[in-house]
């Protein structure tokens, strides 16, 4: 009698390691972590309340690496630890900041790892011509929460909403969402020659 055993392909690269639910706890408190991390790697911007930050890299990486709803909870937990801890850009925390002018871009940031999360759950990681893409659409929904919400906060107008939240930072979206596109496929490859 020959037994055959299904062999689960990892859908996200989190997927690799063996599921429970301690992993996923540990796999979403690492996804906030980091991003905390990446928060603190921050240059101001000449004239705009918002910084330059590592964050949306994070976004970027945790999202692809953990699916739609690992990716996301890894974010909505950055968010709220971020309400008591020094977790937000420049060590700043508070309810001041998630409803200042930047408050907009915290709230992209768990729309954003859900949606590239959701993309590479349909396999958008894999290649780079698939993965840039996808990282930036992840950004350009950073950006689509981040600058009305500064507009309104910071009471600018269209134009002046763009001009301080989002021209800035279109190069480093760009270097970030290369890096993530190289790093994911990457990941891969190395997963499959284990």
Same mark, same amino acid.
């Given at each position: ?5 299904? *062999? @689960? @392909? $990892?859908?996200?690269?989190?997927? =690799?390691?063996?599921r429970?639910?301690?992993?996923? %706890? ?7 972590? /980091? ?6 790697? #921050?240059?101001? *911007?000449p004239?705009?309340?918002? $910084? ?17 709803? @690992?990716?996301?909870?890894?974010? /909505?937990?950055y *968010? ?7 977790? +937000? ?5 508070? $309810?001041?900041? /998630?409803?200042?002018?930047?408050? %907009? +871009?915290?709230? %992209?940031f768990?729309?954003?790892? +859900? =949606? ?14 698939? =993965?840039?893409?996808?990282?930036? *659409? ?11 919400w ?17 021209? $800035?930072?279109?190069? %480093?979206g760009?270097?970030? #969402?290369?890096? =993530?596109?190289?790093?994911?496929p ?6 499959? @020659?284990?």
């Amino acid at each position: 009698m020959s037994m055959t055993v299904a *062999v @689960r @392909r $990892p859908v996200v690269l989190a997927d =690799a390691l063996p599921r429970t639910v301690a992993r996923d %706890g540990a796999l979403v408190l690492a996804a906030a972590l /980091l991003t905390a991390a990446c928060a603190q790697i #921050s240059f101001p *911007v000449p004239g705009s309340p918002v $910084p330059v930050t590592g964050q949306t890299f994070a976004v970027l990486l945790t999202g692809a690496a953990l699916g739609a709803h @690992r990716g996301a909870l890894g974010q /909505l937990l950055y *968010v709220a630890l971020g309400l008591a801890l020094p977790f +937000y850009s420049d060590g700043a925390s508070g $309810p001041d900041v /998630l409803f200042g002018a930047t408050g %907009g +871009y915290l709230f %992209g940031f768990i729309l954003a790892g +859900y =949606a590239v999360g959701r993309m590479a759950e349909m396999r958008q990681d894999r290649t780079f011509t698939r =993965a840039f893409p996808a990282f930036c *659409v992840g950004q350009l929904i950073i950006f689509g929460i981040g600058v009305p919400w500064l507009a309104v906060s910071a009471n600018l107008t269209p134009s002046e909403a763009i001009s301080l939240g989002f021209t $800035p930072f279109i190069l %480093g979206g760009i270097v970030k #969402s290369t890096l =993530a596109g190289l790093m994911l496929p990457g990941a891969w490859k190395l997963l499959g @020659r284990r």
